[in-house]
């Protein structure tokens, strides 16, 4: 039966716990056809289900009927369902959000998280009352915020440095989330009203500018990460792309993000080499971008930022290069770090062509 | 307990008992403890009738069971809500009636935030929480946890609790409540629906067994993935 599901199942699609849904299933099917009596007392029911009876298919159709139901009704909410409590909580981070009790930045990356994933069920809908609500004034307002705090905590490594990259972490999830959209340039044009070129050229700066910052790419190792385990590329860490799926942290460090946010800016959610019809709004960001220098290190141009964030969507493992890896990374991120990557590599292709003009 | 000898507590017995079950308690039963002293020790101090035997009995019931009366520190009027055992009977709808009774009451609010965030397995090292992750993945509870998070949207638990961080919004305990709530329960949200696929699938595929065995012998087994979902 085991085996006969796994065949049943695509390998992507088959979740992390098949054996205990199938034993789950079974036992939901069993008890459903021999109700809790003292009979049947201590009885393991996953093992004694009989596949050939009609009260077992019975049963199974019913629990499949009740379990389509929920989730129908899960996925279906109404705006009325949840619009009130996406409004304070939006409202709540736009009070809270100067506010540097670290317990209180706690919660911001709880309100974040549970903002992010409320995208996940409703593709447009949850995001649509978001931006009515001001989610971006709140986005770019945050992100700035970190910044500053990242600049105070260019020497020390403390607790303060761990949440502040928790915190920048859960509001980039929520800007990428925002900009999975098909169609990306309205909500670019919402981004560049809050002056989010600027904001994220700023952790440009960071990234690769200053050694010293918490934001570096060279100090991504002594960030916070749920866990440290192999190092690849000297003075950069990476974890597997499975700890750090672990429904809060992204599966890029902050500097990766913030060069993925940038092209995204730039180029919006496809770029092509074919693609030469950028719009205005897109061209304006990359003319800003373009020119971003570095005061730190006259030396460096945005073609360093690129190539060092290029270095880092490379994984050199053959496990992480492999497609549906067990125990190193799940289809989401692999596809994740694939489309991150081209995108990069069109950025660094543009970017060239311009500095050999 | 009807032989028990009739002894009055002094405060300095009452301050002992608590300051030996905290020393050799654990971080849940010395929350427990905290939450039945806030609730309790007023009374257990006027209570001079209470015997020892009855008050330790009582102790050891509760870090048994768990909180299974919640009230109001304010003694006079008291609402006993017993949150802990509604809330793990999933009888939303039960206690969706009390706390909007009580909806006034920051205190009650907090509790039965905090009670329910913590029967949803939120431990309070936020965000990065594996034993969370471990304990809501347990796939019996899939199901089980579906139908409770659609209870709370029907019951219209969300608009509640916004709501009440609207009313609420210079309290910053009521607030703190507030947000880990909505995240545990988008949290399990999120889980329920990657696992609510496959379980349906397999459902599915127990379904069909039947109908491929007896009626259409032979025929290749071939299952939609999405065919939970699509009856």
């Known amino acids: 039966m085991d085996g006969w599901i796994r065949k049943l199942i695509p390998p992507e699609k088959q979740p992390m716990f098949t054996q205990e849904l199938l034993h789950a299933a079974k036992t939901d099917v069993n008890r459903r056809v021999r109700p809790r009596t003292p009979e049947y007392e201590g009885t393991d029911f996953a093992s004694n289900i009989t596949f050939h009876e009609e009260d077992t298919v019975i049963a199974a159709k019913a629990i499949l009927s009740e379990a389509s139901t929920s989730i129908r009704q899960l996925f279906y909410m109404t705006r009325s369902d949840l619009e009130q409590a996406i409004r304070n909580v939006i409202l709540w981070l736009k009070q809270s959000i100067f506010n540097n009790d670290i317990n209180d930045r706690d919660h911001h990356i709880l309100a974040l998280a549970f903002l992010s994933r409320l995208c996940a069920f409703d593709k447009n809908g949850y995001k649509q009352i978001m931006l009515d609500h001001g989610i971006f004034e709140v986005l770019m307002m945050g992100i700035k915020i970190n910044n500053r705090r990242a600049s105070l905590y260019q020497s020390t490594l403390s607790e303060n440095m761990q949440i502040v990259t928790k915190t920048q972490l859960a509001f980039y999830t929520l800007m990428t989330t925002h900009l999975k959209v098909p169609d990306v340039e309205p909500t670019v044009f919402q981004f560049l009203k809050q002056d989010a070129i600027h904001i994220v050229m700023e952790i440009l700066l960071?990234?690769?500018?200053?050694?010293?910052t918490i934001f570096s790419f060279f100090r991504q190792g002594e960030a916070y990460r749920p866990d440290f385990c192999q190092t690849r590329i000297p003075g950069l860490e990476k974890a597997p792309y499975k700890a750090r799926c672990d429904g809060v942290t992204p599966t890029?460090?902050?500097?990766?993000?913030?060069?993925v946010v940038a092209c995204q800016l730039c180029f919006g959610n496809y770029p092509t080499s074919e693609r030469n019809d950028t719009s205005h709004i897109l061209l304006h960001n990359y003319n800003i971008i373009k020119r971003i220098k570095f005061p730190a290190d006259p030396s460096l141009d945005l073609m360093s930022v690129l190539k060092t964030a290029a270095l880092a969507f490379g994984d050199t493992d053959p496990e992480l290069c492999m497609l549906y890896p067990i125990k190193s990374m799940d289809t989401q991120s692999f596809e994740m770090r694939a489309a991150s990557r081209e995108t990069v590599q069109y950025m660094i292709r543009k970017i060239a062509n311009y500095y050999s003009a | 307990m009807?032989?028990?000898?009739?002894l009055r507590i002094p405060n300095e017995m009452v301050d002992n008992i608590f300051r030996n079950l905290i020393q050799n308690s654990d971080q849940r039963s010395l929350f427990a403890i905290q939450n039945w002293t806030n609730v309790s020790r007023q009374h257990v101090l006027r209570a001079h009738e209470s015997d020892a035997i009855k008050?330790?009995?009582?102790?050891?019931?509760?870090?048994?069971t768990g909180p299974v009366e919640n009230a109001s520190t304010m003694a006079e009027d008291s609402p006993c809500i017993p949150m802990y055992e509604l809330i793990r009977r999933k009888a939303f709808r039960e206690l969706f009636s009390h706390v909007k009774q009580y909806r006034t009451n920051p205190i009650v609010i907090i509790r039965t935030l905090s009670v329910f965030t913590a029967s949803f397995d939120l431990p309070t090292d936020i965000p990065h929480m594996p034993m969370y992750i471990d304990n809501i993945h347990l796939p019996e509870k899939s199901v089980l946890n579906t139908k409770a998070c659609v209870s709370m949207i029907q019951l219209g638990f969300f608009d509640f609790v916004a709501g009440v961080m609207h009313d609420f919004d210079r309290n910053r305990s009521v607030v703190s409540a507030c947000i880990p709530f909505f995240y545990s329960v988008t949290a399990v949200m999120n889980i329920v629906s990657e696992q609510i696929v496959p379980y349906c699938a397999i459902l599915k595929a127990i379904s069909s067994q039947y109908d491929v065995?007896?009626?259409?012998?032979?025929k290749p087994m071939t299952i939609s993935w999405m065919a939970g979902l699509e009856n």
């Open chain 1, 252 to 259: 890029y460090n902050i500097p990766e993000l913030a060069i």
């Open chain 2, 2 to 6: 009807s032989n028990a000898p009739n």
């Open chain 2, 213 to 218: 065995n007896t009626e259409v012998s032979n």
């Open chain 2, 55 to 64: 008050l330790m009995k009582s102790m050891k019931a509760y870090l048994e």
């Open chain 1, 206 to 212: 960071l990234s690769i500018g200053h050694n010293e």
